[in-house]
């Protein structure tokens, strides 16, 4: 199966930023799937989490090595990304909550996501907890409508030269998250539809 259809979902990125303590955005991201292939084509395989190897090649010729899985939680999915030998907790945690999940989203997603950081134990956010849980519930709460929403919690210092490489591969997997849950809601719409009205325009 491949991406589900309809127009794009425009995408609300919020972010946590470890150095200040404090959110930005929201800013749009864009749903570009150029770079989603390869994990995308082994979430496709995978029921509910995925765990792998990120590259990121600067043009000064450095190349990261990243690690990373993913989950889907059933109204949203959470993505974790650390270094390879690097010690100490992860350095970003994700979650995506597509608009067509929100309605199943639970009260307690944002108090269940921070004790999940919290249990990861990220230098940087102990003692932010409640900073990120009531921003979190606020905006899932606020909502007017169904929107894509990702939230993205740096939960380390890294080196300036880094941080760029680390920030696009969370907006990469946040992007293969939606996808995936999209084409996995599409697919679950298909099936529930009875047999003999398949097909039918």
């Given at each position: 199966?491949?991406?589900?259809?309809?127009?794009?979902?425009?995408?609300?990125?919020?972010?946590?930023?470890?150095?200040?303590?404090?959110?930005?955005?929201?800013?749009?991201?864009?749903?570009?799937?150029?770079?989603?292939?390869?994990?995308l084509t082994q979430l496709?395989?995978?029921?509910?989490?995925?765990?792998?190897?990120?590259?990121?090649?600067?043009?000064?010729?450095?190349?990261?090595?990243?690690?990373?899985?993913?989950?889907?939680?059933?109204?949203?999915?959470?993505?974790?990304?650390?270094?390879?030998?690097?010690?100490?907790?992860?350095?970003?945690?994700?979650?995506?909550?597509?608009?067509?999940?929100?309605?199943?989203?639970?009260?307690?997603?944002?108090?269940?996501?921070?004790?999940?950081?919290?249990?990861?134990?990220?230098?940087?956010?102990?003692?932010?907890?409640?900073?990120?849980?009531?921003?979190?519930?606020r905006v899932l709460e606020?909502?007017?409508?169904?929107?894509?929403?990702?939230?993205?919690?740096?939960?380390?210092?890294?080196?300036?030269?880094?941080?760029?490489?680390?920030?696009?591969?969370?907006?990469?997997?946040?992007?293969?998250?939606?996808?995936?849950?999209?084409?996995?809601?599409?697919?679950?719409?298909?099936?529930s539809v009875p047999g003999?009205?398949?097909?039918?325009?």
């Amino acid at each position: 199966m491949r991406c589900a259809s309809g127009p794009p979902p425009v995408i609300e990125l919020h972010g946590w930023d470890a150095r200040t303590r404090s959110w930005h955005g929201p800013d749009e991201l864009a749903y570009n799937l150029a770079s989603c292939g390869s994990v995308l084509t082994q979430l496709r395989s995978l029921p509910g989490s995925w765990y792998g190897h990120l590259r990121s090649r600067r043009w000064s010729g450095l190349t990261l090595s990243f690690c990373a899985s993913i989950h889907d939680l059933g109204d949203a999915a959470l993505a974790v990304i650390d270094m390879e030998g690097s010690p100490g907790g992860p350095l970003q945690i994700v979650l995506a909550v597509p608009a067509q999940r929100q309605p199943l989203v639970r009260p307690e997603l944002a108090f269940e996501f921070v004790s999940f950081v919290r249990f990861l134990e990220g230098a940087e956010t102990v003692g932010s907890e409640l900073a990120i849980h009531d921003y979190i519930q606020r905006v899932l709460e606020e909502s007017a409508e169904p929107r894509t929403l990702v939230f993205s919690i740096e939960s380390r210092h890294v080196h300036p030269e880094c941080h760029i490489p680390l920030s696009e591969q969370a907006e990469r997997l946040a992007i293969c998250m939606i996808a995936w849950m999209a084409e996995k809601d599409a697919a679950r719409e298909l099936d529930s539809v009875p047999g003999n009205l398949r097909g039918r325009s």
